[in-house]
């Protein structure tokens, strides 16, 4: 199977999934459409049911931003930059995470568009989608049968990818070691604020902090505030926008919550109803809560930034901040080589 032919089967997987930015079934995938689209369209109005964090908002960002991404153009440009060779056929245990809807997709890809075999360990709150999608991407070229398996334990593999917490990457390690492999742990993102972001970059940022709610290690977790700031400032911003994120009942319950734990400890917080801000070095913070430390320099700041490097995912700031990060807005929507952990996938597999 050419490289050619596996490019074409994503770019038509991407034009299937990009129907559901509207809602509307294009005529030219009738093939496809008369075998998956409702089916398709019943899973992402399932998701909730499976998993009470994917709410239908959520799950058809991710959907839609996957059906984005398999452009032709996007798809030629991102391999352009590696020689790969058709004739690859190594078999690649895939351990997903569960964290945000469809989150193992970029390694389903990667594994495949290299060549590759995939035996995919689904999380069990993410398990349906992804499944699907590897039904319709065997519909429309039936060489990829021999390419994907769904599997409760990988075996009989060349190398490993694995995505869990800290604790997990250490059983990973112990399992997985003497193997090729990429074992990835918790990272957080992070966003500086400049004291000249007005309401409009301040509102876009509340996109970083608030979609997938937060559990993504592209959400941000805490925030950096120039000296002096009035924090109000940030609070009014995201105001109108994302105060019904308690409308998801996980969420509120995980704001309650640790609302009352922090409270309980004497802890000194910030609160607008729906997020918690605390003064805390540490980058983590758990769902509801976003941590937050005051700087005095954008220099020194990102010389701090650099240090935490092995355990930062993204970097987020507005075009005000003069050092290169993503920006506002712009955590949740990775390109097809924003690879997780920094740690480039195609390179890896190609290396096998």
Known sequence: MSLEKRIKAFVQLGLFLNQFKTEIKEESFQKINDKFYDEFEYLILRQKAYNGWFDKKEVMTSVTGIGTSLSEKNLKEWLSNYLINDNSDKSVGVIMAGNIPLVGFHDFLSVLITGNKIQAKLASNDNTLIRKIGEILIFIDIDFEDKIAFVEKIENFDAVIATGSDNTARYFDQYFGKYPNIIRKNRNS????????????????????????????????????????????????????????????????????????????????????????????SLNSPVGVLNYEYYNSVKELEKQLEQQKETLQCIVSSKNTPIDTFEFGDAQCPTLSDYADNVDTIDFLLDL
């Open 190 to 281: 992070v966003a500086i604020i400049n004291a000249k972001d007005g309401h409009k970059e301040l509102n876009i940022l509340g996109r970083d902090i608030f979609q997938y709610f937060g559990l993504g290690c592209r959400s941000v977790s805490k925030l950096y505030f120039p000296k002096g700031y009035k924090i109000n400032t940030f609070f009014e911003a995201i105001l109108d926008d994302y105060q019904n994120v308690t409308q998801n009942n996980k969420y509120a319950n995980n704001y309650d919550y640790n609302k009352a734990v922090y409270l309980m400890g004497n802890n000194q917080l910030l609160d607008n109803g729906f997020l918690l801000l605390k003064e805390d070095q």
